[in-house]
C-alpha cells in the first residue's frame, strides 16, 4: 500500500509519499512537512498525522494547540479529536491545502499483478492474500489493509446470471449500498476497501475511482459570428467538479448556462480550451464516448409511441453489446432504480412531464456514465414534478455518480453540492448555496435572522442591474476567499496509479446488429400508433380514388400518381427524420453511425412509400374503370363507334 499527501499551497503543489510514523505539518521549517502560507493562523506545528497500525490507516489530528484551525472535507476538527484518513480525503488548513491519496497494491491472481479478470471459470475467491503463486481461482488483494477479510465476496454463476455473494466482516459496497447476495448487471461498481471493480458483462475490471466522474475546464472560450463579426459567448471559464458531486448552473436567460454545459459535455465543443472528463481529454467522439458521458437535453429524447419497457430495451440493445438475457437484467435494474416499476408497460405519451423526464435519465443510465449532463431537467414541470425530480438526481450521486444540470430555478438550491453562476458568458460564482448568499447578499454580514431572510432568488434581480458589469461580477469573485478555495481544490490533481482503467470498456454494436435494431425499432413505433398507420394507407387510397375520378386520360393519371408518390416520400421522411432528431442527436453522441442511421431510414421509408404506391396505382385504375370507363376504353382501346364515327362524312357528323 502506498499513501501519497498532495499538497498545495503558496509553493505551489507538490507531492509527499507517507512513511509510517508520525509526521508533522506546520510552518516550521523543523518539522516533517513544511507548508508555506501567509496566513498567520498556520501554526509552526499545526497538525499531525500518524501512523494506526490497529486500524491500517493514518489519522489526522490538532498539534499541541487547540487553537489550530483544522478541517477535514470542510468540516472543522475540533481540540483533542482525530480522524481516520479516507482515500481522497480534502485537508484545510490556514493558507494551504492537502488531499490524501492511498494507492492500494494490485491485485494478483496466480502470482501475477492483473486489472482485468475474465469470468469464464467460477466460482472467484475475493480477499486479502500473502500474493502466493499456488491460489487457482483466487484473485488477492493488499495484504495490509485490515478491512478486507481473507474471503471478503466471492463471484459465482447460476445459468446465464452472475451473483456476488459478500463474506466479510467490513461488508462489501456494492452500486453503493451494503448486500449479502445479490445479481451482477451490467456496469455495477463492488467495493472492497479501497478497491473499485466495475462488471462489465464477462469480466470485472478495476476502476480508477480517483479520476472517474471529476470534470476539468481550463480557458474555454466559446465564438459564434454575428453579422460576419466573431462573438464571444463564453468567456475564458476554469472550474473542476469533483466525482460524485450534484452540482447546478444558474444563470439568467442568454447568459451562457446551456452553452457551458453543452461544452463541458462535448456536444457543442468549444473554439477554445479544454475540458477532461475522468481524466480524458474530449478532443473526438471516440473520447467522448471512453469518458463515461451522458447527457439529457432539454426536449424529450423518446420515441412516445413505445412502452417505457420497449424505449428502454431498444436503447440499451443498441448502446450494448451484450446477450439478450443481461439486457433485461439491466433495463429491469434501470427501472427499478428510477421509480418507473408502475409505468413500465404504458405508452409514453401517456406519462406525466416528469416521468418522461425520468424515462429520459434511465435511457442515459444504461451505458453507466461516470458524468451525467441534463439541459433544464425541471422546465415546464409543476413545483411538486420538479422536487420529485431534483431529489432523484440528488439521490444518483450516492452511487458516486457525478451529476451537472443547467437550471434557472433556485428554490432547491440547497439539493445541490455546490452552485456555479454564469452572467454574460462569465463565470461569476463557484460554492455551496450558504456561500453563494453570502457572497452576492449578505456581504459579510453575521447577523443570522438576515441570513435566513435572503433567499437566493435575489441574486438574478441583482445581475439585472445595468450598473454593474459581468466583468465586474467576475473580479469581485476572484478577489473573495471561495474563488480562492474553489482555486485551490482544482489544483489538487489525484495521481492516476498505472494498471486500472477509467471504467469499463463498451463494445459497438455491429453495424448489421444496429441496421435491425434500427428497422425493428421503427416498425414497432409506426405499429403503436394505428390511427397513423391507417391515415399514411387511406391517404393513398383517397389520392388515388381523385385522380381517377378527375384525370381524363392516361398520360396525366401517370403524371399524378409519380407527383404523389414524391409527395408519399417526402411526407414520410419528414416526418419521421424530423420528429426524430433530438433522439438522433443523443444517440449520435452515443457512437451511433450516421450512415447506419440514414441507411435504416432510407430502407425503411422506401418500403413504405412502395407500399403506397402500389395502393395509389391499384385504386386508380379501379377508379379510372369504374367511373370513366368509357374514356378509359377510349383511350387504350379505340371503340367501333369512334371508328363509325371518323368514317363519316362532316356533313353526317354535323
Not at 509526521?23 to 494506526?52: F, K, T, Y
Not at 406525466?352 to 439541459?375: H, N, T
Request: include cysteine; hydrophobic fraction near 45%; glycine fraction near 8%.
Amino acid at each position: 500500500m502506498k499513501s501519497t499527501l498532495i499538497i498545495n499551497d503558496e509553493e505551489g503543489q507538490r507531492s509527499a509519499e507517507l512513511p509510517k510514523e508520525r509526521i508533522v505539518l506546520g510552518a516550521s521549517d523543523q518539522v516533517s512537512i513544511p507548508l508555506r502560507s501567509r496566513d498567520a493562523n498556520l501554526l509552526p506545528e499545526h497538525a499531525v498525522i500518524a501512523w494506526n497500525q490497529q486500524r491500517v490507516t493514518w489519522t489526522l489530528g490538532r498539534a499541541d494547540f487547540p487553537q489550530a484551525d483544522l478541517a477535514v472535507n470542510q468540516r472543522p476538527l475540533g481540540p483533542g479529536a482525530s480522524v481516520a484518513l479516507n482515500n481522497l480525503d480534502v485537508v484545510e488548513l490556514p493558507g494551504a491545502t492537502l488531499q490524501f491519496y492511498r494507492e492500494p497494491d494490485a491485485p494478483v491472481f496466480q502470482g501475477r499483478p492483473i486489472s482485468e479478470f475474465p469470468l469464464d471459470r467460477l466460482p472467484l475467491v475475493l480477499g486479502r492474500g500473502e500474493n502466493s503463486a499456488d491460489s487457482s481461482l483466487r484473485l488477492e488483494l493488499d495484504p495490509e489493509d485490515s478491512a478486507i477479510s481473507k474471503i471478503h465476496a466471492v463471484i459465482e454463476k447460476e445459468g446465464t446470471n452472475f451473483f456476488i455473494v459478500d463474506k466479510s466482516r467490513a461488508g462489501t459496497e456494492l452500486n453503493g449500498k451494503f448486500f449479502s447476495r445479490e445479481s451482477l448487471v451490467y456496469g455495477d461498481r463492488f467495493r472492497i476497501g479501497d478497491y473499485f471493480f466495475e462488471f462489465t458483462g464477462s469480466s470485472i475490471i478495476r476502476v480508477d475511482q480517483a479520476n472517474l466522474g471529476r470534470v476539468a475546464a481550463h480557458n474555454l472560450v466559446v465564438e459564434v459570428q454575428k453579422d460576419g463579426k466573431p462573438l464571444r459567448i463564453l468567456q475564458n471559464i476554469n472550474l473542476e467538479i469533483g466525482r460524485g458531486e450534484f452540482v447546478g448552473i444558474l444563470g439568467g436567460s442568454g447568459q451562457g448556462k446551456s452553452t457551458l454545459l453543452n461544452a463541458l459535455c462535448g456536444v457543442n465543443p468549444a473554439s477554445s480550451g479544454e475540458v477532461l472528463i475522468s481524466g480524458i481529454p474530449l478532443t473526438s467522439r471516440e473520447q467522448v464516448n471512453a469518458a463515461g458521458v451522458g447527457f439529457v437535453p432539454q426536449d424529450d429524447i423518446v420515441h412516445l409511441e413505445l412502452t417505457v419497457t420497449e424505449a428502454i430495451a431498444y436503447s440499451a440493445r443498441l448502446r450494448l453489446k451484450l446477450p439478450p438475457a443481461q439486457i433485461d437484467a439491466l433495463v429491469d435494474r434501470v427501472i427499478e432504480r428510477l421509480s418507473l416499476e408502475e409505468h413500465r408497460g404504458k405508452r409514453i405519451s401517456r406519462l406525466s412531464g416528469g416521468q418522461r423526464k425520468r424515462v429520459s435519465v434511465a435511457i442515459e443510465l444504461l451505458a453507466k456514465p461516470s458524468v451525467l449532463f441534463l439541459d433544464e431537467p425541471s422546465s415546464g414541470l409543476d413545483p411538486a414534478t420538479e422536487a420529485d425530480l431534483m431529489a432523484l438526481l440528488q439521490s444518483l450521486r450516492l452511487t458516486n455518480l457525478t451529476v451537472v444540470c443547467t437550471t434557472h430555478v433556485l428554490q432547491k438550491a440547497y439539493l445541490f453540492d455546490r452552485l456555479i453562476f454564469i452572467h454574460g458568458g462569465r463565470l461569476i460564482f463557484i460554492g455551496t448555496a450558504d456561500e453563494a448568499r453570502q457572497h452576492f447578499l449578505l456581504r459579510g454580514s453575521a447577523d443570522t435572522q438576515t441570513f435566513d431572510k435572503a433567499p437566493l432568488e435575489k441574486v438574478y434581480a441583482l445581475l439585472a442591474d445595468p450598473s454593474k458589469t459581468a466583468a465586474e461580477w467576475e473580479q469581485e469573485f476572484l478577489d473573495s476567499p471561495y474563488a480562492q478555495r474553489a482555486a485551490a481544490a482544482a489544483a489538487l490533481a489525484t495521481p492516476t496509479p498505472e494498471g486500472p482503467a477509467a471504467g469499463a470498456r463498451r463494445q459497438q454494436v455491429g453495424y448489421l446488429k444496429t441496421l435491425r435494431i434500427l428497422l425493428a425499432r421503427q416498425w414497432k413505433v409506426l405499429l403503436a400508433d394505428p390511427l397513423n398507420l391507417i391515415f399514411l394507407f387511406a391517404q393513398a387510397l383517397a389520392i388515388g380514388a381523385m385522380v381517377g375520378w378527375v384525370a381524363e386520360n392516361a398520360g396525366l393519371r401517370m403524371f399524378l400518381c409519380v407527383v404523389a408518390t414524391l409527395w408519399f416520400g417526402c411526407s414520410n421522411g419528414a416526418q419521421q427524420i424530423v420528429g426524430e432528431l433530438p433522439i438522433f442527436r443523443r444517440e449520435r453522441v452515443c457512437g451511433l453511425g450516421l450512415n447506419v442511421y440514414l441507411q435504416s431510414k432510407l430502407a425503411f421509408l422506401s418500403m413504405l412509400t412502395v407500399v403506397q404506391a402500389v395502393l395509389l396505382f391499384a385504386t386508380i385504375f379501379l377508379t379510372a374503370h369504374a367511373f370513366q370507363k368509357n374514356d378509359f376504353d377510349r383511350t387504350l382501346f379505340p371503340s367501333r363507334l369512334e371508328e363509325r364515327y371518323a368514317s363519316m362524312s362532316p356533313a353526317t357528323q354535323d
